[in-house]
């Protein structure tokens, strides 16, 4: 189904905060654990050129990127997961530790909130909060 979708993400490193709000048209569909929603990155996020798919299971979330760059967060609540983070110049190793994760979403939308802690490399990469809000098109 096609959906409009409203970001709202909160970057925080070394007490510095920097907040990215995106509202662009995605798709929901139903996926076998719960639901897959996908959009294209903007030039707002930084991240043109890629889609992000975030793949909806009942206590977890996977949050995939491909095309300019490629990677997958796995957001699972209290713990704590290594992924590969690939850009055009080059890899790095991520470690995400995820705080919370809510979710209320179904066929016709809702909505997605998760927070969660970054590192690359075992350097502290900073903190994020993302609210996502899903409506009909």
């Known amino acids: 189904m096609d959906v409009w979708i409203s970001i709202i993400g909160v970057q925080t490193l070394d007490g510095e905060s920097d907040t990215v709000e995106l509202d662009t048209a995605g798709k929901l569909e139903a996926a076998e654990e ?4 996908s959009y294209e990155e903007s030039p707002v996020t930084g991240l043109e050129g890629a889609v992000t798919t975030l793949h909806v299971a009942p206590r977890q979330v996977l949050l995939e990127r491909s095309g300019a760059l ?36 179904d066929e016709s939308g809702g909505a997605l909130a998760f927070a969660y802690t970054m590192d690359m490399n075992g350097a502290a990469a900073g903190r994020h909060e993302v609210r ?6």
Not at 34 to 37: A, I, N, P, Q, V
């Open 34 to 37: 719960g639901f897959r929603l």
């Open 70 to 105: 490629n990677s997958l967060l796995v957001l699972e609540p209290g713990k704590r997961h290594q992924s590969l983070y690939e850009t055009p110049y080059g890899s790095l190793t991520m470690g995400v530790y995820t705080e919370s994760l809510e979710m209320d979403l």
């Open 132 to 137: 996502v809000a899903v409506r009909p098109a």
